[in-house]
């Protein structure tokens, strides 16, 4: 299987490469990161947020999982991933920005919408994770939109975001004006980004 292999020769070439380019960098991250952003995306192979936003080593601290989604604030169940990451970027990182940044034919979205078992034999992950938008999934068909997937696409943004702000430390950090929270769509078929305003509830392209 050539696939692994694909990936050393790409290893060879940023070496060779961008490594070389940046070596003074990549050697001052050593020590430390002091990213000032930090961005909540998809684990979709098409939606790399490094290459969507151009961005450089130490710039971005990234969390990806399915639907780049957020849970709300809680202590008991199981293990908590997604709410270490963003704990460690805000409180010890201090990021002074978290943009939540979702995309068009979003396979996470796509299994919300359709439900149930998803094909694996006992609970599904993916089932279960995706739960976190069952409300805002229950919305979005009673509504009945032209196109469902894309509308739950953009409310999960919200959704993220409303569950970011139940986490104390963020709230706190944003109320005092340390913190912005940003949501952002990109459409893949396009390569069109587009943000939130928050105040009018749209998803305007990026100028």
């Known amino acids: 299987m050539p696939e692994f292999h694909q990936l050393i020769d790409g290893y060879q070439r940023f070496r060779a490469g961008a490594w070389m380019a940046q ?44 639907a780049n989604l957020v849970p709300p604030f809680e202590t008991g169940g199981g293990l908590h991933g997604a709410s270490a990451a963003i704990e460690f970027a805000v409180v010890h990182l201090k990021v002074r920005h978290i943009v939540v940044l979702g995309h068009g034919a979003c396979g996470g979205i796509s299994a919300a919408l359709k439900g149930g078992n998803l094909g694996v034999e006992g609970p599904s992950f993916i089932d279960h994770w995706v739960g976190i938008i069952g409300e805002a999934r229950d919305r979005v ?4 939109h032209e196109d469902p997937q894309r509308a739950l696409e953009l409310e999960s943004i919200r959704v993220s975001l409303c569950n970011l702000r139940s986490f104390p430390f963020v709230r706190e950090r944003e109320e005092r004006g340390e913190l912005k929270l940003h949501g952002a769509f990109f459409a893949i078929s396009d390569g069109e980004l587009h943000v939130l305003d928050e105040a009018t509830g749209r998803f305007d392209p990026a100028s």
């Open 141 to 144: 068909l009673a509504e009945a």
């Open 23 to 66: 070596r003074r960098r990549w050697q001052a991250l050593a020590d430390r990161q002091a990213p000032p952003v930090m961005v909540i995306s998809c684990c979709d192979s098409r939606v790399d947020p490094a290459t969507i936003f151009d961005t450089v080593p130490g710039q971005m601290f990234a969390l990806r999982n399915v």
